[in-house]
Nanobody
Framework: QAQLVESGGGLVQAGDSLRLSCAVS????????MGWSRQAPGKEREFVAR????????AYADSVKGRFTISRDTAKNTVYLQMNSLKPEDTAVYYC???????????WGQGTQVTVSS
């Protein structure tokens, strides 16, 4: 059974940095597109970032472009989201995702809370 487990969330102040990790187990995701989505209170879940299986292609939501960086370590079966210059509007539950193709979301993690105070 494939499992995605996020970690690294927490409470920080505006301007701080956090790095989220997503550890994958149960199967090999080296060819899968991996990513992060988030859901703020009272809002719909939204796309944050995506990285291809090879790591050569990335995509970001406009709201995080230039501040967040997605990366993956295939040997460790782990995906990261480095978040810099955090803003209160980044407060949300962040979910790790995996898809067999660039546009698919086949697997989701349980989420990790990120709270940014002003």
């Amino acid at each position: 059974q494939a499992q995605l487990v996020e970690s690294g969330g927490g409470l920080v102040q505006a301007g701080d940095s956090l790095r989220l990790s997503c550890a994958v187990s149960g199967r090999t995701f080296s060819s899968y597109a991996m990513g992060w989505s988030r859901q703020a209170p009272g809002k719909e879940r939204e796309f944050v970032a995506r990285i291809s299986g090879s790591g050569s292609l990335t995509a970001y939501a406009d709201s995080v472009k230039g501040r967040f960086t997605i990366s993956r370590d295939t040997a460790k079966n782990t995906v990261y989201l480095q978040m810099n210059s955090l803003k209160p509007e980044d407060t949300a539950v962040y979910y790790c995702t995996a898809g067999a193709t660039w546009t698919r979301y086949d697997f989701w993690g349980q989420g990790t809370q990120v709270t940014v105070s002003s």
